[in-house]
């Protein structure tokens, strides 16, 4: 077995060690659908605002036709007791006018009154959406927050795992540690098994007489015949 085994095999744990944070980071959840909530809960301020506002256009047309109408009735009346028109029939027509035109006016204001409930509740839903939204962007603040200081806390784990890596790596001989790092991404990130009661820990395959025989006296990187791992005996081990 290559005198550097017990080096990859402690370098494969940090690998592995590392590739666990690593894995912590990508799985964080960096509040996605926090922020798509948001996102409705403004389009949906929005189409309440728009609607307020239509209805809003449309009270001050009703109010501007309300004022017109009784300034109509007001002339018209002013007109009626002025003792301009003394023909009968006129006055009758000017009369059955101004009846008609207070009936109108009677019937826009009920309307009026209807527009203006309409409007309180619209804007009790304009409360109401204003609210969800600086929830919404309340909470995902929060979480920003705390996936930031997460993501953070792992990645300067993972820096510190990385130079002790580094360190390792450095007393490994070159040609092992090049192999050790094709092997490794070949393989699934593990390029190194053990041996456990003479079989390969990965694969399980039972490892041959020869294979025993060459790890126990040739200084060298001996791989697992069936799975290609570099082998690792903890009993030849010193
Ligand atoms: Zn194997």
């Given at each position: 077995?290559?005198?550097?085994?017990?080096?990859?095999?402690?370098?494969?744990?940090?690998?592995?060690?590392?590739?666990?944070?690593?894995?912590?980071?990508?799985?964080?959840?960096?509040?996605?659908?926090?922020?798509?909530?948001?996102?409705?809960?403004?389009?949906?301020?929005?189409?309440?605002?728009?609607?307020?506002?239509?209805?809003?256009?449309?009270?001050?047309?009703?109010?501007?036709?309300?004022?017109?109408?009784?300034?109509?009735?007001?002339?018209?009346?002013?007109?009626?007791?002025?003792?301009?028109?003394?023909?009968?029939?006129?006055?009758?027509?000017?009369?059955?006018?101004?009846?008609?035109?207070?009936?109108?006016?009677?019937?826009?204001?009920?309307?009026?009154?209807?527009?203006?409930?309409?409007?309180?509740?619209?804007?009790?839903?304009?409360?109401?959406?204003?609210?969800?939204?600086?929830?919404?962007?309340?909470?995902?603040?929060?979480?920003?927050?705390?996936?930031?200081?997460?993501?953070?806390?792992?990645?300067?784990?993972?820096?510190?795992?990385?130079?002790?890596?580094?360190?390792?790596?450095?007393?490994?001989?070159?040609?092992?540690l090049a192999r050790y790092e094709q092997l490794r991404?070949?393989?699934?990130?593990?390029?190194?098994?053990?041996?456990?009661?003479?079989?390969?820990?990965?694969?399980?395959?039972?490892?041959?007489?020869?294979?025993?025989?060459?790890?126990?006296?040739?200084?060298?990187?001996?791989?697992?015949?069936?799975?290609?791992?570099?082998?690792?005996?903890?009993?030849?081990?010193?």
């Amino acid at each position: 077995m290559h005198h550097h085994m017990s080096l990859l095999r402690d370098l494969q744990a940090l690998d592995h060690y590392i590739d666990r944070l690593r894995q912590e980071v990508a799985e964080l959840d960096n509040g996605e659908r926090l922020r798509e909530k948001i996102e409705r809960s403004r389009r949906r301020l929005e189409e309440v605002k728009a609607r307020y506002q239509e209805i809003h256009a449309t009270a001050t047309n009703q109010e501007l036709r309300l004022q017109d109408l009784g300034e109509r009735i007001r002339r018209a009346e002013a007109d009626l007791y002025s003792g301009r028109i003394t023909n009968p029939r006129e006055l009758q027509l000017l009369q059955h006018e101004i009846e008609q035109a207070k009936q109108s006016r009677e019937d826009m204001e009920v309307e009026m009154l209807r527009i203006w409930e309409r409007m309180e509740t619209m804007k009790n839903d304009i409360d109401e959406a204003e609210r969800d939204l600086q929830y919404a962007e309340r909470l995902y603040q929060a979480h920003v927050e705390d996936y930031n200081q997460r993501k953070a806390a792992l990645e300067s784990e993972i820096a510190f795992h990385l130079s002790e890596r580094a360190d390792l790596a450095a007393q490994i001989d070159s040609d092992a540690l090049a192999r050790y790092e094709q092997l490794r991404q070949r393989l699934g990130g593990t390029a190194v098994a053990v041996v456990e009661q003479k079989a390969c820990s990965v694969c399980h395959t039972l490892l041959t007489p020869y294979i025993l025989k060459r790890l126990q006296n040739e200084d060298a990187l001996i791989a697992c015949e069936s799975c290609g791992r570099l082998l690792y005996d903890p009993l030849l081990a010193h």
